[in-house]
């Protein structure tokens, strides 16, 4: 019993220090916002008007554009999840230069956004590099106006989101590759097991945490981290056609004036719906686990 | 175990190399900050100073002003190995220092545009805003009036008096009123630069024969694209600020602006309607390239940009003879303002709210748009032309085109941004959908009649 | 491991991952190579090579910008970020795989679903803290915003990472009498240092690229980072796109350093363990 108690404080005191730091920079503010979702707010001053921007952002039709706009990225991440094993498969069977390639890999996860954006901006405008290549290689008539247009809008966004989590991607997968004990597959060799089976009936299977850490987290970065993205490379155009819902809170909190309240109760909302989806989803890869 | 002891070694070799990333950071923060040093004396030299001044409070008598840069060329395209105190306003700065001994300009560069916005009003929230700072005018001003002191107790009548622009800055576009800033410089107003090169190429020569209607002004958009060149480059929101605002503002008046941002008057009516198509025809007509307009415009792949006195320096070094210039042609005959253009004084310095030296701060602001400075940052190449009532273009500048742009500016026909007017969520959200209407993705009375409902909605929340 | 495939399908791998890597890298060669050319030259040709090669960009940028003050800033800055970020997440890691207490899967799930929490509309509050604590435009204040902000994932993966430390290594330490402190950095720490490497680069290159907190939250020269500088002078420069590549490349080259600096640390020992 004394030696219980002595666990749970020296584990209560681990913790305090983190606590006390999310208490300051992530409870607080996240209260303050919820209070402030009920008024209306310039920074200074702000006054109670109860569920008016709920009622707004509920009933003039853009939350719905907005999360149809996150829903796209969301749909993309088996994509990218996909491309990831296989890259990551394809290097753990020891290519000459794994190494070398999962380095280069990675480098454009590195790449700050704004690089990104405007590299982006210049790759794909009509007269750009991309529509050149396109065109010597007799794919396209080479005008194609990328950014102009909301469905190659999102390919350009896309394209950018999958180069800059590849990286990221192999670099996790390889470590969970690495942690299937060589015996296994030897085993599974002298079982007669071919390449295909065991790649499905061992590899994958042990992958399963590493996959589910990857999606959850892409898939909180769909909600909630694409912000700098889309702003350097689309500014949510054409029109609002590519902005997500964290761009929309900026929109609102710093280029509109007197509108923080709304944008309070816009991250409100857009909590309750990650919360929601990543409950689900955790939920729903514990069942797959077991 | 073995794999144990490897990771202690790794774990060792990670921590040194913290501390040693730790201690060159701390380093090299510290010599650069104490010493100020290679490259930019000045600059380093002043900040430290700064810091040592509001730290120390040794000089109690030295007035620091912190001024946010969002508007001053730093950097020079056509001359890369200019130094940083070589720039016009480092140089302004150093002139005032040296006239009034008990001030400090504390000079940083800060993103300009809707970034700049941004950090005003984060500043302005935390009671920490600049001293002075430059801002677009208009309602992008007055959105942050809760962080920018009124000036009027700072004005001489003599000040207001010399210089134009003030409904730009005073509440309400009066003309009298409470004032949030003081107009800086003037835009100019926006008309058509082309390129005469390519005119001549398709058989045109508006000097002579300019197109006075929407008809004859296809005419001559048909004429060049037959003759084998793109004939209009504009930014990707269709130049929705400088051209086709411009239709819509000669369509309804300056009061009719206002009537729409009241409510009192729709976007979505049948004139304006008729703007939009017409508008938009030029795109469906194949008249337009939405892709770096200004580059492609200097090398001689589009034959004509909207552009005002900004653009003119730019457009003059690379076309140099080949540049014309003329003003967008009426879109009819019945619109209320005929001949125009649009521009007027785009930008104004402002005080923030938490100036500790508001009277020092405006007295700078009234150095920097003085006649003399003025002067001084138009022959540097600063894309601004002066506001300075009794000022003549002809005493400092030979561009033809120069002259003729402060004689625009003056003319009564010369409409004030109608992007400054709109609320600036408005403004953003014009632009933003219009990149949809020209690529006809957006049906045009669908455009203006979300633009009520953005309208109803910011009024609303009003 | 142990099987050698045939050599087309070898051939086809290769292939297969040389054309990634290709697309995955052209964007930074195209980069470095467009940084030194001229603007006509570049806008003559945007996928050819430079003719003549011009480095006047680089010569503007070094004469505009103090480089070494604006690389110390955002090093010493990341690093300091980092440093707090572990002293916050390594603790609360290990509680939560290992030490037994009441409300630890509540607390836990507490810290995660933070994660979820879109950190832009905290600017305001947050802003308004660190004025109040007399941080603002000093590296205090970026400091903190990115070491606490990065502590949920920081904690996510370590925890994940942690649960995989045998038991038995932790009941033996039990046994001997060795305290707690002492497990944490003795046998803990060693053991997590793939993960904690994995975060170094995860964490530091993202706040290198940082833009938004550090442009709020510092406003002076003196303390500036690097890519809040390039951005603020060259983004008015849109008609160079050269210059304006040589600035990003600028930016660029340090983090791809701490890279590759970093990833030879990353022993294929870094295990993901079961996310509950």
Same mark, same amino acid.
């Given at each position: 019993m004394h030696y219980r108690t002595r666990e749970s404080l020296s584990g209560y005191l681990s913790l305090l220090p983190a606590f006390l730091a999310l208490g300051a920079i992530v409870f607080y503010p996240m209260v303050n916002t919820f209070y402030h979702s009920f008024t209306k707010w310039n920074g200074a001053d702000s006054h109670w008007i109860g569920l008016r921007n709920y009622r707004f952002i509920f009933s003039n039709g853009e939350l719905w554009t907005l999360l149809r706009n996150n829903a796209v990225f969301l749909l993309s991440i088996p994509g990218i999840l996909l491309l990831s094993l296989v890259v990551s498969v394809l290097l753990f069977e020891e290519v000459r230069g794994w190494r070398f390639f999962r380095s280069l890999y990675y480098i454009p996860t590195i790449l700050s956004s704004v690089v990104v954006g405007m590299l982006m901006k210049m790759m794909f405008a009509p007269s750009g590099v991309v529509n050149e290549m396109l065109r010597a290689l007799g794919l396209t008539d080479g005008t194609t106006e990328w950014l102009s247009r909301a469905p190659t809008a999102f390919l350009v966004l896309i394209f950018c989101f999958y180069w800059q989590t590849l990286g990221q991607g192999a670099l996790i997968f390889l470590s969970g590759l690495s942690s299937i004990s060589p015996e296994i597959y030897e085993s599974a060799s002298l079982d007669g097991a071919g390449w295909w089976q065991r790649l499905f009936r061992i590899t994958m299977p042990s992958l399963v945490p590493t996959i589910v850490y990857f999606t959850v987290t892409n898939a909180i970065y769909c909600f909630i981290g694409l912000f700098s993205l889309v702003y350097a490379v689309t500014q949510g155009g054409p029109g609002r056609e590519t902005t997500p819902i964290d761009y929309m809170?900026?929109?609102?909190?710093?280029? &509109?004036?007197?509108?923080?309240?709304?944008? &309070?109760?816009? &991250?409100?909302?857009?909590?309750?719906i990650v919360l929601l989806a990543s409950w689900a989803q955790i939920r729903w890869s514990r069942r797959y686990q077991e | 175990m073995n794999g144990k002891r490897k990771g202690t070694a790794l774990l060792l070799a990670g921590s040194l190399m913290l501390l040693s990333a730790c201690g060159n950071g701390a380093n090299g923060n510290s010599e650069n900050g104490g010493s100020g040093n290679d490259g930019s004396p000045a600059a380093s030299g002043a900040s430290a100073s700064a810091s040592a001044s509001s730290s120390g409070g040794d000089s109690g008598k030295k007035i620091k002003l912190v001024f946010w840069n969002t508007s001053y060329p730093t950097i020079d395209e056509n001359d890369k190995t200019k130094k940083k105190e070589d720039f016009y306003i480092y140089k302004a700065i150093a002139r005032y220092e040296a006239a009034h001994p008990n001030v400090e300009i504390d000079i940083q560069d800060i993103p300009d545009g809707t970034n700049a916005m941004t950090k005003f009003q984060t500043a302005g929230i935390a009671n920490n805003g600049p001293d002075v700072t430059n801002l677009w005018s208009g309602n992008y001003t007055m959105d942050l009036k809760a962080f920018i002191q009124p000036l009027n107790s700072y004005l001489q009548q003599t000040d207001i008096d010399s210089m134009t622009g003030w409904n730009a800055v005073t509440e309400n576009f009066a003309d009298s009123g409470t004032i949030y800033g003081v107009p800086d410089g003037s835009d100019g107003t926006i008309g058509i630069l082309y390129n005469k090169k390519l005119f001549a190429a398709a058989g045109l020569d508006p000097e002579k024969s300019p197109p006075t209607s929407y008809d004859e002004?296809?005419?001559?958009?048909?004429?060049?694209?037959?003759?084998?060149?793109?004939?209009?480059? @504009?930014? @990707?929101?269709?130049?929705?600020?400088?051209?086709l605002d411009y239709w819509f503002a000669q369509t309804v008046g300056t009061s009719g602006i206002n009537d729409i941002v009241n409510g009192k008057l729709n976007?979505?009516?049948?004139?304006?309607?008729?703007?939009?198509?017409g508008y938009l025809q030029l795109y469906k007509d194949g008249f337009v390239t939405n892709d770096q307009p200004q580059t492609q415009f200097y090398n001689g792949k589009v034959a004509l940009i909207f552009g005002g006195y900004g653009y003119l320096n730019d457009a003059r070094a690379a076309l140099g003879d080949d540049l014309g210039m003329m003003k967008i042609p009426n879109f009819s005959d019945d619109v209320v303002v005929k001949n125009g253009g649009i521009g007027g004084t785009g930008a104004d310095f402002v005080v923030s709210k938490s100036s500790r030296h508001p009277e020092e701060a405006v007295k700078f602001i009234l150095?920097?748009?003085?006649?003399?400075?003025?002067?001084?940052?138009?022959?540097?190449?600063?894309?601004?032309?002066?506001?300075?009532?009794n000022a003549d273009a002809r005493e400092f500048a030979d561009d033809p085109f120069v002259i003729k742009q402060q004689e625009w500016a003056s003319e009564p026909s010369t409409i004030f941004w109608p992007d400054n007017i709109y609320p600036s969520e408005l403004s953003d959200y014009i632009s933003s959908l219009n990149a949809l209407v020209i690529k006809q993705q957006l049906d045009p009375g669908d455009f203006l009649a979300k633009l009520d409902q953005k309208r109803d909605e910011i009024n609303a929340q009003k | 491991m142990a099987k050698r495939k045939s050599l087309p399908v070898r051939l086809v791998v290769y292939l297969v991952l040389v054309a990634i890597a290709v697309v995955d890298f052209y964007p930074v060669v195209y980069m470095a190579v467009n940084s030194s050319r001229t603007a006509?030259?570049?806008?003559?040709?945007?996928?050819?090579?430079?003719?003549?090669?011009?480095? *006047?960009?680089?010569?503007? +940028?070094?004469?505009?910008? *103090?480089?070494?003050?604006l690389f110390g800033n955002t090093l010493g800055d990341t690093a300091a970020a980092f440093a707090l970020a572990m002293?916050?997440?390594?603790?609360?890691?290990?509680?939560?795989?290992?030490?037994?207490?009441?409300?630890?899967?509540?607390?836990? $799930?507490?810290?995660?679903?933070?994660?979820?929490?879109?950190?832009?509309?905290?600017?305001?509050?947050?802003?308004?803290?660190?004025?109040?604590?007399?941080?603002? *435009?000093?590296?205090?204040?970026?400091?903190? $915003?990115?070491?606490?902000?990065?502590?949920?994932?920081?904690?996510? +993966?370590?925890?994940?990472?942690?649960?995989?430390?045998?038991?038995?290594? +932790?009941?033996?330490?039990?046994?001997d009498g060795i305290s707690y402190v002492q497990t944490v950095a003795r046998i803990v720490l060693p053991l997590s240092v793939p993960g904690i490497v994995t975060l170094a680069i995860f964490n530091t290159t993202g706040w290198w690229n940082d833009l938004f907190t550090p442009l709020i939250f510092l406003q002076s020269d003196e303390w500036k980072t690097m890519t809040v500088a390039v951005a603020t002078i060259l983004k008015r420069f849109d008609t160079d796109y050269p210059l304006l590549l040589a600035g990003l490349f600028m930016t660029s080259v340090p983090p791809m350093l701490i890279y590759v600096a970093l990833q030879k640390y990353i022993k294929r020992g870094l295990v993901i363990g079961s996310v509950k």
């Open positions: 809170i900026y929109i609102k909190a710093f280029q &509109s004036p007197d509108q923080l309240g709304y944008a &309070s109760a816009l &991250s409100i909302v857009l909590f309750v | 002004f296809v005419a001559m958009l048909k004429k060049l694209k037959d003759s084998g060149v793109t004939p209009i480059g @504009s930014e @990707s929101d269709g130049d929705f600020v400088y051209f976007f979505n009516n049948p004139k304006l309607l008729k703007v939009m198509q150095f920097l748009v003085s006649k003399d400075e003025q002067i001084a940052r138009f022959k540097d190449g600063y894309g601004k032309l002066l506001n300075i009532k | 006509v030259d570049f806008f003559r040709d945007p996928g050819g090579l430079p003719a003549p090669w011009y480095f *006047d960009n680089f010569k503007a +940028l070094y004469y505009r910008f *103090d480089v070494l003050r002293a916050l997440s390594i603790p609360a890691s290990f509680a939560f795989a290992k030490i037994r207490f009441r409300y630890r899967s509540g607390l836990y $799930m507490t810290v995660i679903a933070t994660m979820t929490i879109p950190g832009i509309t905290f600017v305001v509050p947050n802003f308004l803290l660190m004025s109040r604590l007399g941080l603002v *435009d000093h590296p205090a204040s970026v400091v903190i $915003m990115w070491a606490v902000t990065s502590v949920p994932s920081n904690i996510f +993966l370590l925890v994940a990472l942690m649960r995989g430390i045998p038991d038995e290594i +932790l009941e033996a330490a039990k046994v």
